[in-house]
């Protein structure tokens, strides 16, 4: 681990967010890859796996972002610490509020009347990408934006938070590529397109991770906000998302399961590794 955190700390913080977020992408491509080998998934599995991805997102966002946020704004902004953190938080669920309300896609266990966003005649292979898309822009913004505060000096413990949380988010984006694919080739579309649109849902990572290392390098005093930012945005996917298509069939308890089983597993490497 030491030698990992060295590795990252020598190479700058852009490039750091680069490499670990296309790592974050080319795990989603594993899990799309299972196309290859099966056509289907039980049910109750499926859920599992979406309820372990919100939980990791639900862990990663206080242990990760927002407490981090809290902490540097006691030092830059000591009058009203929490101010950072509330506005960061609340902007970033209302940005991907308005992508949720003019961006056109379809949630994964969604019927095709359900699609949500501008109406449009778009295939549901693309709404259905569209939405795992709108899902990972805030996780690879976490990642960008860690790595970014690591190199101004905020803390001697961020470049292994932020190896934490490119690895927990890469944990739950192996779910998350099956979850693209597997839907397609159960609608006929064939193995390889359906293993093309799983990997593609997360080529926002790298883009979203790198500017969000370079925005917080050039612009220090947003800081607090940007990591508040990330948190608010992931926290609405979880919500408006996640849970929703977990709780649309009789195992709604093995989801809940597998959120909480998401929640520790972040929570632990967060504390173990950061």
């Known amino acids: ?14 490039q750091a967010a680069l490499i670990a977020t296309t790592f974050t992408w080319l795990v989603t491509a594993a899990g799309a890859s299972l196309v290859f080998f099966f056509k289907t998934i039980k049910r109750s599995v499926f859920d599992a796996m979406l ?4 939980g990791v997102m639900v862990a990663a966002s206080f242990w990760s972002l927002l407490a981090p946020s809290i902490e540097y704004s006691e030092k830059i902004y000591p ?3 929490w101010m950072p953190a509330a506005v960061g938080f ?56 860690l ?10 413990d961020l470049i292994p938070a932020a190896i934490a949380l ?32 799983g990997q593609l849902s997360a080529i926002v990572e790298p ?3 790198v500017l969000g290392a370079v925005a917080v390098i050039y612009m220090q005093p947003v800081l607090p906000f940007a990591l508040a930012f990330a948190a608010g945005a992931m926290i609405y996917v979880v919500v408006e998302e996640v849970i929703p298509e977990t709780q649309r069939d009789k195992y709604t308890d093995v989801a809940v399961l597998g959120f909480i089983g998401g929640f520790v597993v972040m929570m632990v490497l967060d504390v173990a590794l950061g």
Not at 1 to 14: A, H, N, R
Not at 107 to 120: L, P, Q
Request: net charge neutral; aromatic share 12%.
């Open 147 to 156: 790595f970014g505060a690591a190199s101004i000096g905020v803390g001697d």
């Open 51 to 54: 309820g372990f991805t919100g």
């Open 166 to 197: 490119a690895f927990g988010i890469g944990l739950q984006n192996f779910p998350e590529g099956l979850a693209v694919s597997m839907p397609l080739r159960r609608h006929g579309v064939s193995r390889l397109k359906s293993f093309w649109y």
């Open 1 to 14: 681990m030491k030698q990992l955190e060295q590795f990252f700390s020598d190479i700058g913080p852009v």
């Open 90 to 145: 609340l902007v970033g669920a209302l940005f991907i509020y308005s992508l949720d309300k003019f961006m056109p896609h379809l949630h994964i266990n969604f019927g095709d009347d359900e699609s949500e966003g501008m109406k449009t005649k778009w295939h549901k292979t693309t709404l259905l990408l569209l939405a795992i898309t709108l899902h990972n822009i805030p996780e690879g913004l976490a990642v960008g934006v």
């Open 79 to 81: 009058s009203f610490p």
């Open 207 to 209: 883009v979203a991770g």
